[in-house]
């Protein structure tokens, strides 16, 4: 039995408007991988011409959680059908083309997407797993798509393609929500400053605690001289500071310190004998 489906919002404006068309798919594995991968990126609008084996178990399975994108599918005999409703009608490509095309790249395409939002339907197509689309099928799309792959290995899993512009198709439209700036899903999480991080950054007086605490330490293990200190804790102070430490990660280089200060007092003790205070991090 395949994974029931877990609960979406579909959160896009794009859920219904966008739709992802499946050219002739040969391993039904690939569409469950496709609507998972819209379902990630709030999604569900699959459309596919003629797969070789749908619904079947393998693609429900691959699906992993997304059977509802699977459930709404939509299964048709053809190209023109899959499309005949739409108003704009993009295809993926990795060939060039001896008569020039209009071509964007994934970003691009996702910012003309985006365009057309109440204005009709948008058709997103991808082909065949082992040679793409046709030059008959891409010529009945407005705009090509190019994924800029690595040219000396360019071939990329159909479910592969579908994440790329199913990602960029969400990344357009968190960006331009209002207050956007202070999206949590667009925002990177990279210090105590940030909004998101668990702990509190160090205050300036708990850090001074520790470069003191970490000088004692150093020079009672004979690794820091106090009469020729050179640029050792100048450097170490900058290596700290630059790391932006939380509490927590204070109170445990801290806890560390004096694990460090009872050995070198005795020797004959190993810290592993030793009950060790620890700190619930």
């Given at each position: ?30 569409i469950g991988a496709v609507a998972r991968a819209m379902k990630n990126m709030g ?179 004979d690794f820091h001289r106090r009469d020729n200190p050179r640029q050792l804790m ?48």
């Amino acid at each position: 039995m395949h994974k029931p489906a877990l609960p979406s919002t579909f959160d896009l404006p794009a859920r219904d408007y966008v739709r992802v068309v499946m050219m002739e798919t040969s391993h039904s594995g690939n569409i469950g991988a496709v609507a998972r991968a819209m379902k990630n990126m709030g999604l569900g609008n699959l459309c596919l011409v003629n797969p070789r084996a749908f619904p079947d178990e393998t693609s429900y399975a691959r699906a992993a959680g997304a059977s509802d994108v699977l459930d709404r599918a939509r299964v048709v005999s053809s190209l023109d059908e899959a499309i005949e409703d739409c108003v704009l009608v993009m295809g993926t490509s990795a060939r060039g083309r001896k008569v020039p095309w209009p071509v964007m790249s994934p970003t691009d395409a996702a910012r003309q997407v985006g365009d057309y939002h109440g204005k009709g339907e948008v058709a997103v197509v991808f082909g065949r797993e082992n040679n793409g689309l046709s030059n008959e099928e891409l010529q009945r799309c407005h705009v090509h798509i190019h994924i800029p792959t690595n040219p000396d290995y360019s071939s990329l899993n159909v479910a592969m393609a579908v994440q790329v512009m199913c990602y960029e198709i969400r990344m357009e439209y968190l960006r331009g929500l209002e207050n956007s700036d202070s999206n949590p899903q667009l925002k990177a999480i990279n210090s105590p400053e940030d909004p998101g991080w668990d702990v509190p950054p160090a205050t300036v007086s708990e850090l001074e605690g520790f470069f003191s605490h970490l000088e004692d330490t150093l020079a009672g293990i004979d690794f820091h001289r106090r009469d020729n200190p050179r640029q050792l804790m100048t450097r170490l102070r900058r290596l700290y500071q630059r790391a932006r430490p939380d509490q927590m990660e204070v109170n445990i280089l801290r806890g560390i310190l004096t694990a460090v200060q009872k050995s070198a007092s005795d020797p004959s003790a190993g810290v592993s004998s030793k009950k060790q205070d620890q700190t619930d991090v």
